[in-house]
Each structure stands twice: as C-alpha cells, then as structure tokens.
C-alpha cells in the first residue's frame, strides 16, 4: 500500500463525527497494518467515561476508513481491542488488495459531504424507501438496527427523553462545565476552528448569543437555571428542532459492551453517509443514550433522573441499548459553518 492510498484512508477517517468536535483518535502504520488507538488527551471526560463517546468515535472513523479503502480496491480485515489491558487500543487494520472486487462503493462520495445540521425547521416527508435503505445500511453491521416511532406517542416519549436529557447537561454543573469548554468562543460567531465547536456552527440564534456566551460561568447559569433557564434551553435545542423536523431515528446496540458501543459507531456512519447521499440533513442527540448507560458520574441529586432515562429508553426501543438519536429532514442549501479538522500529522506518525 503506498503513502497516497494511507493518507487517503486516513483523512477519510479524520472526516468522522466525533463528540463535540473532539476528534478523539491516534494512528499508526507498520506495513500494511493500521492500528487505531484512542487519543488519551482528548477523551475521558466525565460525559466520555469509560471511553463511551470515543468508542462511538472510533467506530464511525473505523467505518470511513474500511469504506474508502473499498473504493481504492483494498479489503479490511478488522480486530477489535486486541489487548484488552491497554484500553487505548482500539482496533488494528490489516489491509489486502483485492483485485477481484468492484472497487465502486457507493458510500465513499458522501464522506467528505456528511456534516452536522443544527438549524430547523427541516421539510420532509422521510419515505418508506428511505427508510429502507437507512435500516439496511445499520443492519450492515452485526447486531445494530434502527427504531423508528410508529405512532405519535412513541415520538411524544421520545421528543420527552431527548429534552430532559439535554436539560440535563445545563443543569447538572459538572455537564454545564463538559459542554461549554467544548465551544470556543474565541472563534467569535463566524469564525471556523481546527477542533472543538466554533460558536457558528450551533446556530444559536444572533439575540441569544450574548446571553448564551454568558451561560459559561457557573454563577451565571445557577441563577438562570432559578428562572427555569434549562428546562427552556432543552426545549429550544431538542424537543422544538425535532417536533418541527418531520423524521427521528434511534441507533439501538445489542449491548452497552464496548465492543457493541464501537460497532454502533460505524452503524450510525454508515446510516449518516447513506442520509447524505438522499439530500437529508441530520442533527445527532447522543444524550439522552450515553446517560441513559449509567456511567456518567454526575452530582447524586440527578441519579434518579438517569434511572428514568434508562427505564425511557427500554420502553422505546425495547431488547437493547438505544445509543444515539439523529433528526433528519431536507434543507434548501448546506449550511455556511461546518466544524474544522485538524492537520493529519496531529493524528500520529508513519512507520
């Protein structure tokens, strides 16, 4: 395999989504093996323990790397966690050229177009045919599938979930510290950055901006959240965006193993890579299915309020795990801010 077709495949996996830009991965090359490790100094935090957001990082630039080396024509023969006392290490890749496979893959064109959509309302409708093919890209991957709400109390409890899950994240301090260093506000409100959130890219709307700056203190917010600033905040940015958005999905895993949490991550890019490719717009809601695991350590004030979230999520999707909600619709144009990468030789070296 030679530099140009490893470099292809690597910045096609640096494409992938990660929690809050956080782009959680190391790689490094000896001969035609690839080994993916998780990034120490960009994971961990207490949203991401034991490694749960970077898993589903992992798995979905694991899944950008296998699609893109199809299209050059190459196979990938994947090992997950290999050691299982070094909890970093993540998968090894070992590629082989595959002259007798159709090197087309369909997926390939839409990974450099996938990107994150937070504006609303989108139009719809979501077909029954694209919904078929969005389930037959999750079920690619063994034991991961997608539920749909089928009647209008399903999508009622699951816009309910989702909301209380990001009212969540403002009124738990130790998530309103996660979330607000994630976005850097020296980016200004239209300006890009290489990692983390620029604030453009939130689509916070301009009379807000100011008082959603203000939001980064904690003394700020503990008296804004006296005034029911969280449940207002969890209403705007989840239950008003979906409500008006005519299609929501859930990526449910067998397990909350982390080898099913990683498969789930390359699930939800294939089904993310196949919305694009229909012109759909999508906005993830990780939320409510990372609490809903039961790891996050947050203040015990709200444990019960991730016991109901668990419970919620059980009655929804039912045998296993849901993971991570996406809304999809259609928009009339791309939007103007998209979240940055940075440069490859950050991601480790060549051997």
């Known amino acids: 395999m030679d530099e140009q077709t490893k470099t292809g495949i690597l910045r096609a996996g640096i494409a992938a989504p990660s929690a809050d830009n956080s782009q959680p991965w190391r790689f490094a090359w000896s001969g035609d093996d690839l080994d993916l490790h998780i990034d120490g100094e960009r994971s961990g935090h207490v949203s991401d323990t ?13 899944e950008n790397m296998i699609i893109r080396g199809r299209s050059m024509g190459y196979s990938a023969e994947l090992q997950v966690f290999p050691q299982q006392e070094d909890e970093l290490w993540v998968a090894r890749v070992h590629w082989r050229r595959d002259a007798e496979r159709d090197a087309s893959e369909p997926l390939a064109a839409a990974i450099d177009q996938r990107h994150t959509d937070r504006r609303f309302p989108w139009r719809g409708p979501i077909t029954t045919d694209v ?34 899950a990001e009212t969540l994240r403002f009124r738990s301090t130790t998530l309103h510290a996660e979330l607000f260093s994630s976005i850097r506000f020296s980016a ?28 980064r203190r904690p003394a700020v917010m503990t008296m804004f959240n006296r005034l029911g600033a969280a449940s207002v905040l969890g209403w705007r940015s989840a239950w008003l965006p979906i409500r008006l958005s005519p299609g929501l999905c859930l990526v449910v895993i067998p397990s909350s193993a982390r080898s099913d949490v990683l498969a789930g991550g ?6 993310w890579l196949q919305a694009t490719q229909d012109g759909l717009s999508v906005q993830p809601y990780a939320a409510a299915g990372v609490l809903g695991l039961g790891f996050v350590p947050i203040e015990a004030a709200f444990q019960p309020a991730l016991s109901q979230l668990r419970s919620a999520l059980t009655n929804l999707c039912g045998a296993g795990q849901g993971l991570v909600f996406l809304r999809l619709g259609y928009t009339r144009s791309a939007p103007r801010h998209r979240s940055g990468r940075r440069e490859l030789a950050s991601f480790g070296a060549f051997h």
């Open 50 to 62: 034991r490694f749960v957001l970077s898993d589903l990082a992992a798995g979905a630039c694991l």
């Open 131 to 164: 919904q078929t093919r969005l389930n037959a890209q999750a079920e690619r991957i063994s034991g991961q599938r997608l539920w749909w709400p089928r009647t209008s109390h399903e999508r009622n409890a699951a816009l309910n979930l989702i909301r209380q």
């Open 188 to 215: 200004g409100w239209h300006g890009t950055c290489e990692e983390r959130l620029a604030p453009a890219t939130l689509a916070v709307e301009a009379p807000m901006r100011p008082i959603f700056q203000a939001m």
């Open 266 to 271: 390359r699930a939800l890019e294939r089904v």
